[in-house]
């Protein structure tokens, strides 16, 4: 995995729209010739994208898993393809979710 698809997948899903007229041209530069080819001020501007924290899960009862796990690169890109709502939960946020899901 790469950031690079990492930060396809964000702007598939907006994420760079609120954030004014310079990230999303950024992420888009990063995509066509690679993160490691912006220079530092541009990877500054994407660094706060390429990482997220778990959303935590909620049990039947409506008690809130507030999971304090950070994702990224992989992790994070998986958390979003895996989500049907766009929001990324770890794989154990997931299991507990799945778990509930079958009782």
């Given amino acids: 995995m790469s950031k690079e698809a990492l930060l396809d997948h964000l702007i598939g899903l907006g994420k760079f729209q609120k954030k004014g ?4 041209r950024v992420a888009q530069l990063a995509v066509s010739k690679g993160f490691d ?9 994407l660094e706060p994208f390429l990482s997220e924290k778990c959303a935590g899960s909620t049990d039947p009862k409506g008690n809130y898993t ?13 958390a979003y393809e895996e989500s049907m709502d766009n ?10 979710e799945a778990f509930y899901a079958l009782s």
Avoid: F, M, R, Y
């Fill in 21 to 24: 007229a310079v990230a999303p």
């Fill in 66 to 78: 507030n999971c304090t796990k950070i994702l990224s690169d992989e992790e994070l890109l998986n």
């Fill in 87 to 96: 929001i990324p939960v770890c794989e154990s946020c997931s299991s507990q």
């Fill in 37 to 45: 080819n912006l220079n530092p001020v541009q990877q500054g501007i």
